[in-house]
């Protein structure tokens, strides 16, 4: 339990904390929720990186609210792996944000994975392993991965991962993204927790961004809504958190496991979501599809 619910903001959450001499990287921060977690970061005195896929506007983002910008563009491993390649030094916070949703056709990327899981999951997992190194480095890593209320209508199905026998649906896609997000911070937390390494998946709740520009805006009812500022209020938690690895949290608390799918805009999170089988079995699929 914490301080904190669905209506703080992420300076609420941040208030009093300094993370001065810390380095925290925001992918995605061009837009929404990734510049309002940037900022909130920045603002606690965190040196705030944004990896971005367009870099002119990252600069134009970073001159407003301060840090650096460097390319990243998640749907290239080849750009993942210079990125990582390329990062100096300790890196005290991971916050892989970017995302993208419901793709009406099915999209693939060139080495012939499906465009959500492909952005969403397995660009991440590339930086969070490339990064490894790094965060190992921080004595006291915190990643924070973003998931969806989405996964609890999408488990994984580990033998088609790329939509090459099942009919593509686009939001079922984003779902299994976004169980696989979740499943790997369980993952990371196992393997890394002895150097000092915790993660944690959040779902930011619902708040009008670009990334319902395929499903005609936002569906959620007005009373769940939520501001940039109350969205990013979860990741910056997750950012903070001490002690704590392998979770997931939605309105800065965490969630409580359902047996069922809820109903349409309810919360909760999967079992199959935090499963430990699943999400060993998902890191060495990942491995070798990142190989």
């Known amino acids: 339990m914490t301080a904190f619910g669905f209506h703080s903001t992420a ?10 001499g810390r380095r925290a990287l925001v992918t995605g921060a061009t837009s929404g929720l990734g510049i309002e977690t940037a900022r909130a970061l920045g603002a606690a005195g965190a040196d705030v990186v944004l990896g971005v896929r367009d870099v002119s506007k990252g600069k134009e983002i970073a001159a407003a609210i301060g840090g650096s910008v460097a390319q990243l563009d998640l749907a290239d491993l080849d750009s993942v792996r210079a ?61 924070v991965s973003l998931s969806s209320n989405a996964h609890l209508f999408a488990p994984l199905v580990f033998d ?38 915790s993660a944690n998946a959040v779902h930011p709740g619902a708040i009008a961004t670009g990334l319902q520009q395929h499903t005609g805006g936002l569906q959620t009812p007005a ?43 309810g919360g909760g999170v999967a079992p199959y979501a935090l499963d430990p089988d699943n999400a060993a079995r998902l890191w060495e699929i990942a491995l070798r599809m990142t190989a």
């Open 11 to 20: 300076a609420d959450v941040l208030a009093g904390v300094d993370l001065s």
């Open 83 to 143: 990125f990582a390649a390329g990062w100096e030094g300790p890196l005290h916070i991971l916050v892989n944000n970017a995302g993208i949703m419901a793709v009406p056709t099915l999209t693939r990327t060139p080495e012939g994975r499906e465009l959500q899981f492909a952005v969403n999951f397995l660009g991440h997992f590339a930086l969070t392993v490339g990064l490894h190194g790094a965060l190992a480095a921080a004595d006291g890593a915190r990643i």
């Open 160 to 197: 088609d991962l790329d939509y090459r026998f099942r009919p593509y649906q686009p939001i079922g896609a984003y779902g299994e993204s976004k169980t696989a997000t979740a499943l790997l911070a369980v993952e990371a937390t196992r393997r890394w927790s002895g150097e000092g390494i």
């Open 223 to 265: 009373e769940r809504r939520k501001t940039v500022e109350q969205g990013a209020a979860t990741s910056v938690l997750a950012a903070t958190l001490q002690g704590v690895g392998g979770r997931y949290f939605e309105d800065c608390q965490e969630a409580v496991v359902v047996s069922e799918a809820p109903p349409r805009f």
